[in-house]
């Protein structure tokens, strides 16, 4: 019962998750973060069982961080860390990981990859499945919320990527929340809505914030 939502705007990505932890017909947590920064300007939204969504965002979370440190430890003008591999080698390097465990003891997971290459300023947006394939998207949903939210994106997405504002993305993301809490069966109360551009990831709203416990 997930959602994560992805959208690309010219300079660089909208995400938001609802907040919810859920099994069964239980609501264990209404402050859960499924948007997960991978660097210090990418981020993976995962939806999915939450054992599989937090070991395998944790796993390949570690595994670029060791990649980073071990090849490269530049900073840029923000004094953040320069990624060592550029956005798209992220998102190849996780779909091939999502596809080895495909066929050992697969991940049960869906993903939204997006950030932006602080070296060339440009945003990118990528969508995976459980059975790890990959796309390069302007926007995307995974979850039931994609019945909902993709008739919304397709309406709405008008103008070229190098046309919409993050102003233009936020209406986008909001349109959308407001669609599942209005039609949407499950209630998800709260909802995250993060941002990574050049300045790197920051929070634009919360309905429950992740470090209470």
Same mark, same amino acid.
Do not use: W
């Given at each position: 019962?997930?959602?994560?939502?992805?959208?690309?705007y010219?300079?660089?990505?909208?995400?938001?998750?609802d907040?919810?932890?859920?099994?069964?017909?239980?609501?264990?947590?209404?402050?859960?973060?499924?948007?997960?920064?991978?660097?210090?300007?990418?981020?993976?939204?995962?939806?999915?069982?939450?054992?599989?969504?937090?070991?395998?965002?944790?796993?390949?979370?570690?595994?670029?961080?060791?990649?980073?440190?071990a090849?490269?430890?530049?900073?840029?003008s923000?004094?953040? @860390? #320069?990624?060592s591999l550029?956005?798209? %080698? =992220?998102?190849?390097?996780?779909r091939?990981? &999502?596809?080895?465990?495909? +066929?050992?003891?697969?991940y049960?997971?869906?993903?939204?990859?997006?950030?932006?290459?602080?070296?060339?300023?440009?945003?990118?947006?990528?969508?995976?499945d459980?059975?790890? @394939? #990959?796309?390069?998207v302007?926007?995307? %949903? =995974?979850?039931?919320?994609?019945?909902?939210? &993709?008739?919304?994106?397709? +309406?709405?997405?008008?103008?070229?990527?190098?046309?919409?504002?993050?102003?233009?993305?936020?209406?986008?993301?909001?349109?959308?929340i407001?669609?599942?809490?209005?039609?949407?069966?499950?209630?998800?109360?709260?909802?995250?809505?993060?941002?990574?551009?050049?300045?790197?990831?920051?929070?634009?709203?919360?309905?429950?914030?992740?470090?209470?416990?």
């Amino acid at each position: 019962m997930d959602t994560v939502l992805g959208v690309q705007y010219n300079g660089g990505v909208v995400m938001a998750c609802d907040q919810s932890n859920a099994f069964s017909i239980l609501v264990k947590q209404s402050n859960l973060d499924k948007l997960v920064p991978m660097t210090e300007y990418s981020v993976m939204g995962v939806s999915g069982p939450q054992c599989d969504a937090n070991n395998f965002s944790q796993y390949v979370a570690k595994n670029l961080q060791f990649y980073h440190y071990a090849s490269n430890q530049e900073e840029d003008s923000n004094g953040k @860390s #320069l990624p060592s591999l550029s956005l798209q %080698a =992220q998102a190849h390097f996780t779909r091939n990981e &999502l596809a080895q465990a495909l +066929r050992r003891a697969p991940y049960q997971v869906n993903l939204i990859y997006g950030g932006i290459d602080p070296m060339t300023k440009e945003p990118a947006l990528y969508i995976m499945d459980y059975l790890a @394939s #990959l796309h390069k998207v302007q926007y995307g %949903a =995974q979850g039931y919320s994609g019945y909902f939210c &993709l008739s919304v994106f397709d +309406r709405a997405y008008q103008k070229p990527t190098s046309e919409t504002t993050l102003d233009d993305a936020l209406a986008m993301i909001q349109q959308c929340i407001h669609e599942l809490k209005t039609r949407f069966l499950f209630a998800q109360p709260n909802f995250l809505v993060k941002v990574v551009d050049e300045q790197g990831i920051r929070i634009v709203s919360q309905g429950a914030d992740p470090l209470d416990n």
